[in-house]
């Protein structure tokens, strides 16, 4: 692993046990899982690459529009599914036809694959990437080298 990949994975394993709250970014307080990826990135370059407006649980929904995903690909490197590795950021389609809205970071790869995601209920834990899991995934991306 890189040091960089060790980063990543040791910023977003120190949020587990985070309570989940909804639209909250604050280690140790409370996250979402948007709020879990704006942590880590915040511990990795400083300033957030964005300002995120607020949004509701069902938000982009109504006009069936992508806005994370987008969000996604502006600031992270985009990958293949194949092409797995620990520190990657995975986006989650919940529901079949739904938008997808969910991240996490892959914390492990090979048989005991697992990823670091805040979960309604749960707050921030490290599941396992399971088939279930698996098969909800849209996109995978890697962080920047450096900020963009």
Same mark, same amino acid.
């Given at each position: 692993?890189?040091?960089? $990949?060790?980063?990543?994975?040791?910023?977003?394993?120190?949020?587990?046990?985070?309570?989940?709250?909804?639209?909250?970014?604050?280690?140790?307080?409370? $996250?979402?899982?948007?709020g879990l990826l704006r942590g880590v990135?915040?511990?990795?370059?400083?300033?957030?690459?964005?300002?995120?407006?607020?949004?509701?649980?069902?938000?982009?929904?109504?006009?069936?529009?992508?806005?994370?995903?987008?969000?996604?690909?502006?600031?992270?490197?985009?990958?293949?599914?194949?092409?797995?590795?620990?520190?990657?950021?995975?986006?989650?389609?919940?529901?079949?036809?739904?938008?997808?809205?969910?991240?996490?970071?892959?914390?492990?790869?090979?048989?005991?694959?697992?990823?670091?995601?805040?979960?309604?209920?749960?707050?921030?834990?490290?599941?396992?990437?399971?088939?279930?899991?698996?098969?909800?995934?849209?996109?995978?991306?890697?962080?920047?080298?450096?900020?963009?």
């Amino acid at each position: 692993m890189t040091y960089q $990949t060790d980063l990543i994975l040791s910023e977003a394993r120190g949020w587990i046990g985070t309570p989940y709250v909804h639209q909250s970014s604050v280690k140790g307080a409370g $996250t979402d899982c948007l709020g879990l990826l704006r942590g880590v990135w915040r511990a990795l370059y400083g300033d957030e690459p964005e300002k995120v407006p607020a949004y509701s649980l069902d938000w982009s929904e109504v006009r069936r529009d992508e806005q994370l995903w987008a969000a996604a690909l502006r600031h992270l490197t985009p990958k293949t599914l194949e092409d797995e590795a620990p520190g990657d950021v995975l986006l989650f389609r919940m529901r079949t036809g739904a938008v997808a809205k969910h991240l996490g970071i892959v914390g492990r790869i090979g048989a005991e694959a697992s990823f670091v995601h805040a979960y309604s209920r749960f707050g921030v834990i490290e599941s396992a990437l399971s088939r279930p899991w698996r098969r909800r995934v849209v996109a995978r991306f890697a962080f920047p080298e450096e900020a963009s």
